[in-house]
């Protein structure tokens, strides 16, 4: 049975740093893309960081900026995301997503997710 569990979000100022992590069980999480994805209200749900099971290349979305890191501890079955320089529109629900290879087929597995809001 797969599991995402998301920890970290919380209130912060603008300007401010969170730091969230996902433990994820029951896959083989060292052979497994992880990605961080979010969902503000009324918006769709878009891509923030995406990290490769190999050498780790990553992607981020446009508005990142160079503001957040994805990083992975393959040893703790842990994928995290740095998030520094937050800005208000910021906000919304944040997403553990992990991509499985099974033999025939390929499914998407989605934590919780866990709310950051940044404001004043």
């Known amino acids: 049975q797969v599991q995402l569990v998301e920890s970290g979000g919380g209130l912060v100022q603008p300007g401010g740093s969170l730091r969230l992590s996902c433990v994820a069980s029951?896959?083989?999480?060292?052979?497994?893309?992880m990605s961080w994805y979010r969902q503000a209200p009324g918006k769709e749900r878009e891509l923030v960081a995406a990290?490769?099971?190999?050498?780790?290349?990553?992607n981020y979305g446009d508005f990142v900026k160079g503001r957040f890191t994805i990083s992975r501890d393959n040893t703790k079955s842990t994928v995290y995301l740095q998030m520094d320089s937050l800005k208000p529109e910021d906000t919304a629900v944040y997403y553990c997503n992990a991509r499985v290879q099974y033999i025939s087929r390929l499914i998407d597995y989605w934590g919780q997710g866990t709310q950051v809001t940044v404001s004043s």
């Open positions: 029951g896959f083989t999480f060292s052979s497994s893309p």
């Open positions: 990290i490769t099971r190999g050498d780790g290349t990553r």
